[in-house]
């Protein structure tokens, strides 16, 4: 009974971080919520569903897409009709479709994701756009990603005490600092995957289409293909190669470009022409992978699939951790027989200076 609820612990886990990172980067899976009273009855207004990833979205189904016109980040909304390959939309409490309030066709590559449904019905969970509200209130605009981890890590801790609960009785086993590398290797390497994975997400680029656009970068001229500058960043304390896509109207260069700890990489975009005048919102996915494979092998993985080079840079980092590793305990001495538990420990304390005694070149001390 104890392993099967472990496993179903790991389970709800592994699907909360997903959601959760999905969240935060603005991809499918996600876990997201309405704001708004468009979707109503159907989507009430706090009401949080679930964000599956689609290729072929359909007439009836609910989406969340990205908006180059109206403004929000992103609009969840029926798909009412298909006009050239692309999507017409509409909320359900909506008198007139967003396209008839300016927003172009959606075509696929601005669609997140669908909406979970059962029965035709989302799946929804009443009220926890106002869990968001109140976490954003305090840590920010990652509220959804947060909210999702804090389950997570509260279904974890319930599902331990219930599986393991506290002994009265202190257990002897000793760890050792053997019995740690392994585990450090797997915690540092799932922690740069998640830093990747929070790292590499969908950016906003505002733009102007005009009649007589100015020269600050961010203006195009109608009905012309055009050019605006971006700046794309390293947030983190490890050097990468930034890979960076448009979607459509916006297209760029894939790279790869080296950006070094805490930089920023100017990159050019390039718009497609646009019929009308106005502010506009494209989209842009950046994907920042720390440096530890050679940048030829790292495109040649990135070529195939994002997630084929995330998984090449995992085993990487996993294997420089443990060569590093053994190198320190070669070269310093530090056996992997030594306790941990407790510095009062006269085993430890004999075996300590019977290291010093090999360094500094002492007799050994008799056990």
Known sequence: MKRVLFGASLVVIGIMLILGIGSITQSAPNISYVYSSSMEPTI????????VPTSHAKIGDIVLYRPVKLDAKLITHRI?????????????????????????????ERIVGKVLTLNSKPILLPGFGKVVGMIQSVVGTNSPGLSAVFISIG?????????????????????RLRDLYQWVAILVTGVTVLSILIGSSVHSVRYLISDNPGTDGLQVSLNTAGEVSSKIKNNGLIPVWSFTTGFYPLQMELGPRFIGPLGTSDVKISIEPQANLGWYEGYVQVYNIPTVLP?????????????????????AVYLWLILLIKLFEKIFKVEGW???????????????????NLNFGRRRVRK
């Open 155 to 175: 279904v974890m801790i319930f599902l331990k005490d219930l599986i393991s609960p506290k002994k009265k009785r202190k257990s002897r086993n000793r760890w």
């Open 44 to 51: 009430a207004v706090g009401d949080g569903f679930f964000v």
């Open 338 to 356: 030594i306790p941990l538990q407790t510095l009062k420990d006269k085993v430890l304390n004999r075996r300590i200076q019977n290291l010093m």
């Open 295 to 315: 940048k030829s092998i790292l495109v040649e993985l990135f070529m195939v699939s994002p997630y084929l080079a995330l998984s090449g840079v995992a085993i």
């Open 80 to 108: 009412v009709a298909m006009v050239d390959g692309a999507y017409v939309t509409q909320g359900d409490n909506s008198i007139a479709t967003d396209q008839s309030v300016g927003e172009p066709l959606v075509n696929q």
